[in-house]
């Protein structure tokens, strides 16, 4: 009896030791779980700290695989299966090295360095996973842009959109689509403040703006022409473009392949599929902050930390235009947003590679006109010259902000690797260099306090 008692006794002992060990091991989980947050969010402000230090344009570089397009149909080599004819090679993780020795012509054997590089074998989730924590700092308050540049075939549309032909593997997607999907996880997980995100289309086609969700009278999606103003304080908007709003990626999908459908394509002897035009998505995120909180002491943190930068908010002055896919609206002065560009440049080749003709050449003189605009602009600010000049074309025009103001942006080179697109790959890398080059001091995340003040000043 007496051993019975002392069993249940030594039971009790143990079941009580286990309740105090389940209550400590609860206490450091919770107390894990703080020091995790806490860390999160220094890893988060190390990282922007560390983005700006780097300076505001960041180029990664991408050599997409050899493919049977890179083969000249007399080329004996490569017809054997011979990846000899690849002159462009990831060195490591941030250098890539171009060499070709060709009969005839002076070697060439000429390194570059980017913040990263990423070679042939590296999958669409490699080159997301450097774009992620841009996406964090959209959330705390910077604008960012992302894109890609390079020759038709490069690869620009398949990192930004995916593969050409519908693909239900999503290890496939391309950049736009899952950087929206990571942003609509973001802000699931901080939706203080309202958030509201909408987005807008428009691509570039010989110099004219195309609203590519833009509706006609009969509400088809007619791919409106739109312009490009600058406002009294400087910044770049365009009046009317429509703006649908969206609560999901799969709202954003609906109008992205809407947007899509109207973007113009014609067959170069490059690629036959190539893109002609530069295409722009841009996501905007708003979210309320209410009057009251701007009467908090600086330094005090507000709900939703997210602030406005350079953009006015179109759709805060004007009705949309009829057709539009509505904005809910908004009482202007307790707005913040901030904003992501996504741009898919239309190809980078000379005239002569294409081997077009008549209107095709008229479109590629177009774009060759606009990326040397965009080279301009970048080499007026790495210059430091007083006038940059943005308005020498609707691209650089349009992308003010982004290149010259206060975004974060990031570049990505798109190169083939084949020796027959040597000349052009020389170019895009020296493109990329010379944007690494430009210095425009760092990126500007406005306190929310000085942020709202301005903006009901700006709007009163
Ligand atoms: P661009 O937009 O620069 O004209 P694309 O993105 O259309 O070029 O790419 C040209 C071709 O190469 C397409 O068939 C595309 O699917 C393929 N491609 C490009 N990059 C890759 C890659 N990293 N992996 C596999 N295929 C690729
Ligand atoms: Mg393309």
């Known amino acids: 009896m007496a051993a019975a008692i002392r069993r249940a006794q030594l039971s009790t002992e143990n079941l009580q030791a286990c309740q105090s060990e389940i209550l400590h091991l609860q206490l450091s989980l919770k107390e894990m779980d703080m020091r995790y947050h806490v860390e999160k969010q220094r890893r988060r402000e190390l990282h922007n700290t ?10 990664h570089c991408r050599i997409r695989p050899l493919l049977p397009l890179d083969c000249e149909l007399d080329d004996p080599i490569l017809q054997n299966g011979s990846d000899s004819r690849e002159v462009a090679h990831a060195v490591d993780e941030e250098t890539i090295l171009v060499r070709c020795d060709r ?16 070679g042939p074998a590296e999958p669409q989730t ?9 996406l964090t700092s959209l959330l705390d308050g910077y604008n960012v842009c992302i894109m890609a540049y390079g020759q038709t075939g490069s690869g620009k549309s398949y990192t930004m959109l995916g593969p050409e032909l519908p693909s239900d593997a999503h290890s496939d997607l391309g950049l736009i689509p899952r950087a929206v999907e990571e942003f609509f996880r973001l802000i699931s997980e901080n939706p203080s403040g309202s958030p509201k995100v909408d987005v807008s289309i428009l691509e570039i086609y010989n110099n004219d703006i195309f609203d590519l969700l833009a509706k006609d009278s009969s509400t088809v999606v007619s791919g409106v022409k739109r312009d490009v103003v600058t406002t009294q304080d400087g ?28 973007r113009a394509k014609n067959p170069t002897l490059v690629h036959a599929d190539s893109s002609r035009s530069h295409l722009i ?27 406005r930068a350079s953009e006015r908010w179109s759709s805060a002055h004007q009705a949309s235009p009829p057709g539009s896919v509505p904005v809910d609206p908004v009482g ?55 006038h940059i000049p943005y308005r020498n074309s609707k691209l650089t025009h349009l992308l003010q902000d982004s ?9 990505i080179l ?8 040597v000349a052009e790959t020389l170019q895009s890398l020296g493109f990329g260099t010379r944007a690494r080059q430009v210095k425009r001091g760092q990126a500007r995340k406005k306190s929310p306090h000085s942020q709202i003040r301005e903006w009901c000043l700006g709007s009163a």
């Open 414 to 421: 798109c190169v083939s690797p084949g020796q027959k697109h």
């Open 281 to 307: 998505v841009t996501v905007t995120l708003t979210t309320a902050t209410s009057l009251a909180s701007t009467d908090q002491q600086p330094g005090q943190t507000l709900p939703g930390k997210r602030t």
């Open 235 to 262: 910044c770049t908007e365009v009046p009317l473009l429509t703006r649908g709003a969206i609560t999901s990626v799969l709202e954003f999908m609906e109008l992205f392949h809407q947007g899509l459908r109207l």
């Open 403 to 411: 290149i010259g103001g206060d975004a974060k942006l990031l570049v």
């Open 332 to 386: 202007s002065r307790k707005q913040v947003w901030s904003r992501l560009q996504l741009v898919d440049l239309a190809g980078s080749e000379c005239a002569g590679m294409s081997g077009v003709t008549g209107l095709a050449l008229r479109e590629t003189s177009f774009i060759n006109r606009s990326l040397a605009a965009l080279a301009d602009v970048l080499g007026a600010l790495s210059e430091h010259r007083g």
């Open 50 to 59: 560390l983005v700006e230090l780097k300076g505001n344009i960041r180029v």
């Open 103 to 118: 009969p005839g012509h002076p070697l060439i054997n000429k390194t570059y360095n980017f913040e990263r590089v990423y």
């Open 126 to 134: 490699a080159v997301f996973a450097d774009v992620c924590p841009l």
